[in-house]
């Protein structure tokens, strides 16, 4: 479904040349849930944004679908593409409407639609929000930038999924948010996925949560995959499993691992 072959990138700095991404090859098929780990600067944001067309590969190839989209601009992949990030205001109009905010995530998948909502659409609206039980379909007139970050981040997910694009692109969506509102996304966006069968990548901080998400997981450092865990592996993974891979790999200078844990966590398989 998604497939990134020998994909590199690199950027020019002057007399510098990082190599954000080297020679990476990935491939998702559909309903894959993948969530991605690793240090600061390991090439996680970078490898999303390359799927997402906002930055274009060095070298490789990038195909969704069977078409190669190696070139296509991010604009045009966005009805393909769907992303959600960590800043709870980036992915919504605070000074529009909910309702006015879903009317464009529709616009945006290529409906044509007029601001002045009909009521069909109104009350498709609120069955919509009310599946995310936070109260939001009685508040579909509320202005956004009233909402709180949980609430903006659920509309987010909301809209990236009202018109199911090929693959959902995940950039820490919950890093911003507090431990109750983050677990809230979390199930959220799993709910959605697991409904709509979507592809999915999920770049997190959070190995607790990239261990118990998902179906596979990647870890990454200096712009490349150094392991990863699937099936079995995955199911009866701790953290402390995931700190020893990376040290493995004399990875230990980000604050990801120096964060250690008492005991080992294990997720219920």
């Known amino acids: 479904m998604l497939a990134l072959e020998n994909v590199a990138k690199t950027f020019h700095t002057g007399a510098d040349h990082v190599h954000a991404i080297r020679e990476l090859s990935l491939f998702l098929h559909d309903g894959d849930f993948l969530t991605i780990i690793g ?41 393909l593409v769907g992303r959600i990030v960590q800043d709870p205001l980036a992915g919504t109009a605070p000074e529009m409407t909910v309702a006015e905010n879903l009317a464009l995530a529709m616009k945006r998948h290529g ?67 507090d431990p109750a509102n983050a677990a809230m996304i979390v199930q959220l966006t799993e709910s959605f996925v697991d409904r709509s069968g979507l592809a999915t990548l999920m770049v997190t901080h959070n190995m607790e949560q990239a261990i118990a998400v998902g179906n596979r997981l990647i870890m990454m450092h200096a712009g490349e995959v150094i392991h990863e865990l699937h099936g079995k592996e995955k199911q009866q993974a701790t953290v402390l499993n995931l700190v020893d891979l990376f040290s493995q790999r004399h990875v230990a200078d980000d604050e990801l691992l120096l964060k250690r844990v008492p005991e080992a966590i294990t997720v219920p398989v």
């Open 111 to 177: 409906r044509g639609l007029r601001m002045a909502l009909p009521r069909k659409l109104r009350r498709d609206f609120k069955d919509q929000l009310a599946r995310l039980s936070i109260g939001l379909e009685s508040r579909l007139d509320c202005p956004v930038s009233l909402l709180s970050g949980g609430e903006r981040q659920a509309l987010a997910v909301l809209m990236a999924t009202l018109v199911p694009p090929k693959l959902l692109l995940l950039d820490e969506h919950t890093a911003a948010l």
């Open 39 to 79: 240090s600061n600067g390991a090439g996680k944001s970078t490898l999303l944004n390359l799927i997402a067309g906002t930055i274009l590969p060095s070298t490789g190839r990038i195909s969704l679908g069977g078409s190669d989209i190696t070139t296509v601009p991010a604009y045009k992949r966005a009805r």
